[in-house]
T-cell receptor, first 115, second 115 residues
Framework: AQSVTQLGSHVSVSEGALVLLRCNYS??????LFWYVQYPNQGLQLLLKYTTGATLVKGINGFEAEFKKSETSFHLTKPSAHMSDAAEYFCAVSEASGGYQKVTFGTGTKLQVIP | EAGVAQSPRYKIIEKRQSVAFWCNPI?????LYWYQQILGQGPKLLIQ????????DSQLPKDRFSAERLKGVDSTLKIQPAKLEDSAVYLCASSLDPPRHGELFFGEGSRLTVL
């Protein structure tokens, strides 16, 4: 069964500092991996995704993530945090199961950006 | 392109009452999902439809929760009777069939408070 672990339910960074949100997964088959962002009182929106090919993927708002199979990780980074990045971030894994795609989410990491 | 529509956005009820949430997916999306997001947790899949049929309802508390998707488009999620622990945001999502690598499109959610 697939699963996702996000280390750190809360992360605080100063404005302009590096953002690093950690995600590890387990999957019995090569997975598709995602990061979603959720702003207050809104639904989730896709930030970036890894399917196949290049292991470093770039997303919206300057975020990127690197798929490392040997470490079963898909950490999210951004070189310089903005105040507008304050939100909750969810890592997700998707794999084929019984003829359909099953998507499992992590517990989320709330990012606080300090001015 | 219109996104996933959900209503109502907010609902407050007393325990043992009933409530229903409605979802209209993105046009052309055959797969529809209902997730439950309890405060501080990641989204948990309640039920997944592929067109009219249910492909996964393993985590749906069937003694009190029910969901239907008539004509493969709109969907309704009902809770009867509600318990205090049902307080959560109910997120509806849709995707292509098969979903493009598992990418989901979310509505803004329906926040339920059970008193």
């Amino acid at each position: 069964a697939q699963s996702v672990t996000q280390l750190g339910s809360h992360v605080s960074v100063s404005e302009g500092a590096l953002v690093l949100l950690r995600c590890n997964y387990s999957s019995s088959v090569p997975p598709y991996l995602f990061w979603y962002v959720q702003y207050p009182n809104q639904g989730l929106q896709l930030l970036l995704k890894y399917t196949t090919g290049a292991t470093l993927v770039k997303g919206i708002n300057g975020f990127e993530a690197e798929f490392k199979k040997s470490e079963t990780s898909f950490h999210l980074t951004k070189p310089s945090a903005h105040m507008s990045d304050a939100a909750e971030y969810f890592c997700a894994v998707s794999e084929a199961s019984g003829g359909y795609q099953k998507v499992t989410f992590g517990t989320g990491t709330k990012l606080q950006v300090i001015p | 392109e219109a996104g996933v529509a959900q209503s109502p956005r907010y609902k407050i009820i007393e325990k043992r009452q009933s409530v229903a949430f409605w979802c209209n997916p993105i046009s052309g999306h055959a797969t529809l999902y209902w997730y439950q997001q309890i405060l501080g947790q990641g989204p948990k899949l309640l039920i997944q439809f592929q067109n009219n049929g249910v492909v996964d309802d393993s985590q749906l508390p069937k003694d009190r929760f029910s969901a239907e998707r008539l004509k493969g488009v709109d969907s309704t999620l009902k809770i009867q009777p509600a318990k205090l622990e049902d307080s959560a945001v109910y997120l509806c999502a849709s995707s292509l069939d098969p979903p493009r690598h598992g990418e989901l499109f979310f509505g803004e959610g329906s926040r339920l408070t059970v008193l």
